[in-house]
């Protein structure tokens, strides 16, 4: 079971991601807490997004990027960028490969929508 409430408490980040991961994308994609105004909760979204992103197979990450619509690509460059923010072990190399494949599918427009966006994720 996928689960896209990010302040649900029971969920355990540590667990392994198992099953179909371009659910899973579209799932932590879902409900982004843009509005919300408690970081720990922003924090953690960000957390579970990095992992997802982490467990995709290099040559998965094209198909799971052109699955996206344009507001999706975006939301996925906010966190790119989020996690670029605050890098963990090997997060930057996974971000780096994902931001090369959410750039050649919404352009640069994307990186300026996402540079001059008033709400964070």
Not at 13 to 27: I, R
């Amino acid at each position: 079971m996928l689960l896209c409430r990010h302040e649900r408490s029971s969920l355990d980040m540590n667990a392994p991601l198992q099953g179909n991961m371009n659910a899973a994308l579209q799932a932590v994609l879902k409900n982004p807490p843009i509005n919300s105004k408690n970081q720990n909760v922003k924090d953690r979204a960000e957390l579970l997004v990095v992992r997802v992103l982490s467990s995709f197979k290099s040559s998965d990450i094209e198909k799971a990027v052109g699955s996206l619509d344009k507001a999706g690509v975006d939301l996925l460059m906010k966190y790119i960028y989020r996690g670029f923010e605050k890098p963990t072990d090997n997060s930057s190399a996974v971000l780096l490969l994902w931001h090369e494949k959410a750039l050649a599918v919404g352009g640069v427009g994307s990186i300026v929508r996402v540079l001059t966006a008033r709400k964070t994720v």
